[in-house]
């Protein structure tokens, strides 16, 4: 399974999640299947995003096309994204 795990902060969440929200299709046709928000404890601009894609060439060619760097723009990410994408192995419940 191909996991991608995005962090960065927002300028405004509420804008944020509107855009995210608003960029769904985009995202599914660019081959993602899940996805997962949360954000650093007590820092609710600053975000921690999961999604699961199916596979690792359609995820690396969404993540650098121009149309998603534009739409971050307009949704108020506001540094760079630390981005990587792997491969989850194994899974578990304790």
Known sequence: M??????HKVGNYSKWKKAFEAFIPQRRAGGELSYSIGHVPDE???LCLTFQ???VETASKFLQSGELKAAM???TVSEPPE?????EIEKGNT
Do not use: G, L
């Open 2 to 7: 191909i996991r991608v795990f995005i962090r």
């Open 44 to 46: 609710p601009n600053n």
């Open 53 to 55: 894609w199916d596979s």
């Open 73 to 75: 723009q307009e949704a």
């Open 83 to 87: 981005v990587f994408i792997f491969e």
